[in-house]
């Protein structure tokens, strides 16, 4: 016996009634939380067209996390990523950041590009940067399951303004629930204006401390170095208000930044462990590629043996190169890693691994009926602004006690594969109001699974949108 009804309807995405429906017409009269037996699930999955595959349950536990105790836990390094508009100084924060770091005497390394570096604050607290800058890598992070940022620095320049892509930044951030810092750059320039960057802001509702809000904010030269000590001091501030703790005592788990194939070496992946400490020596799997931890290397470049939580290495030893966002676990043996990682490549090829199906309108009553559904994210793009907050406003105007819509994005412009992977990331429908899917927005959104649905007259997206939502309201149970 393996799952009950109601878990067998969640993962196909039809409703409970109906896997009873089948359940009955195989002469089993099942109820909701009735466990099924292996024939039956088969057979009910082969009515609504899958196939079933049984993964035994040795291979499953292996990946079992261990359990926490409050004492083993201990405080951990943030995790932060910095984005922001083309050209208001992304690189340049990161890359002065580094080199203050190495500069500062950290035992003469040469830095190494591996994707991510820590550093230490003046007070002595460590940081560690997602070096690859940007929203788009870190949507497409989270669209793979991975939330490794805790914080995300917004980066403005101060003789611009801010942006269209400083407004996704700061949307793809808030959709991922991840607290951000407000780093308002290039007051070196003459034509500098930060007042006016903090005015742009409060006009979205994001008001800083100076204001009278609840972000901080730090005026900075990121080609210059002024005042970076100060921002990393409020982005360790924002830390300690997250209580980030890790234990550091067991095996690792953690995330894939990124691989490469290096010609003497091999695949290189740089990992960032989340949890536990990984050592040579290790039988790791990411994705579908598995392999023993042969050598590790820090973000100096330095050979190391072992790797604690929110520490990046880089590591030699993958037989092939995971995904950046993967997740990573480590195994008793190798036979166990290769025996997940061969059924993970045959899923993927069987089904193309995206079991996981996004959220459809048409979906949405089976969805609550099957399970406790009770937010609706949706991105707005649209062709004027003033159309795009009128449809914004009704659409949060539809929510209930029971569910909740959430605008998690909405901006002018036409629906680009950026808003395909916010809303795979965060199970969000699109809806176009006189706008039309990019060629590549499209084909993501098609492989995606995400659901986009273009209008060009208000009242009939919001007739729609409610009406989905009333077949949520009245589950066919
Ligand atoms: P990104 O596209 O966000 O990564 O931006 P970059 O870091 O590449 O910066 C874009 C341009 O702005 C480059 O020419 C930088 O030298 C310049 N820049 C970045 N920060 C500052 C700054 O604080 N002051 C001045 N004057 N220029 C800056």
Redesign the pocket.
Same mark, same amino acid.
């Given at each position: 016996e393996f799952v009950t009804v109601s878990e067998l309807a969640s993962m196909m995405n039809v409703s409970a009634t109906e896997v009873i429906g089948s359940c009955m017409s195989l002469g089993i009269f099942a109820s909701i939380n009735q466990r099924l037996d292996a024939e039956t699930i088969q057979l009910v999955a082969s009515d609504f067209g899958f196939e079933t595959e049984f993964i035994s349950a040795e291979v499953q536990e292996a990946i079992v996390e261990e359990e926490d105790k409050p004492e083993d836990l201990l405080e951990r390094a943030p995790i932060v990523t910095v984005m !922001?508009? #083309? $050209?208001? !100084? %992304?690189? @340049?924060?990161l $890359?002065y950041i580094r080199n203050a770091s190495v500069t500062a005497g950290e035992a003469g390394g040469i830095t190494q590009h591996i994707g991510a570096y820590s550093v230490t604050g003046e007070s002595g607290r460590k940081i560690t940067f997602l070096d690859t800058?940007g929203h788009e890598a870190f949507t497409a992070m989270r669209a793979r399951g991975a939330q490794v940022t805790d914080i995300a620095i917004i &980066?403005v /320049?101060a003789d611009d303004d801010v942006m269209p892509q400083t407004k996704e930044a700061i949307s793809h951030a808030q959709a991922a629930g991840v607290p951000m810092v407000f780093a308002i *750059?290039? &007051? $070196?320039?003459p034509g500098a204006n930060p007042d006016k960057i903090k005015e742009q802001l409060s006009q979205m509702n994001i008001l800083v401390e100076e204001w009278g809000g609840k972000f901080q904010s730090q005026e &900075? @030269? /990121? %080609? *210059?170095g #002024?005042n970076i000590e100060e921002l990393l001091e409020k982005v360790l501030l924002e830390a300690e208000i997250l209580e980030l703790k890790a234990n550091p005592n067991k095996t690792a788990t953690g995330t894939v930044v990124e691989a490469s194939l290096d010609k003497g070496r091999g695949y290189v992946t740089t990992v960032l462990v989340s949890a536990g400490t990984l050592k040579i020596g290790d039988f790791i799997i990411a994705g579908q590629h598995y392999g023993k931890v042969k050598a590790m290397n820090n973000d100096k470049g330095e050979a190391v043996t072992e790797a604690g939580p929110s520490i990046p290495v880089s590591i030699l030893g993958f037989n092939g190169a995971p995904s950046a966002g993967d997740s990573f676990n480590v195994l008793l043996d190798e036979r166990e890693a290769k025996q997940i990682a061969v059924k993970r490549e045959q899923l993927k090829r069987e089904q193309g691994l995206r079991t996981k199906k996004h959220l459809t309108l048409d979906e949405i009553g089976r969805r609550l009926a099957v399970g406790d559904f009770q937010e609706l994210n949706v991105i707005v793009k649209g062709d004027v602004d003033g159309s795009i907050e009128a449809l914004s406003d009704s659409l949060e105007k539809l929510s209930t006690e029971e569910i909740q819509v959430n605008i998690i994005h909405k901006a002018v412009g036409q629906i680009s594969e950026t808003d395909v992977t916010l809303a795979a990331a965060s199970n969000a429908i699109i809806v176009g109001f006189q706008v039309r899917p990019s060629q590549q927005a499209r084909k993501l959104a098609e492989s995606e699974g995400i659901d986009i649905r273009l209008y060009s007259v208000i009242y009939k997206a919001i007739d729609e949108i409610k009406e989905a939502m009333e077949g949520m309201l009245s589950p066919d149970i």
């Open positions: !922001g508009h #083309v $050209d208001h !100084g %992304k690189t @340049s924060l $890359d800058p &980066i /320049a *750059n290039k &007051i $070196d320039k &900075i @030269s /990121a %080609k *210059n #002024v």
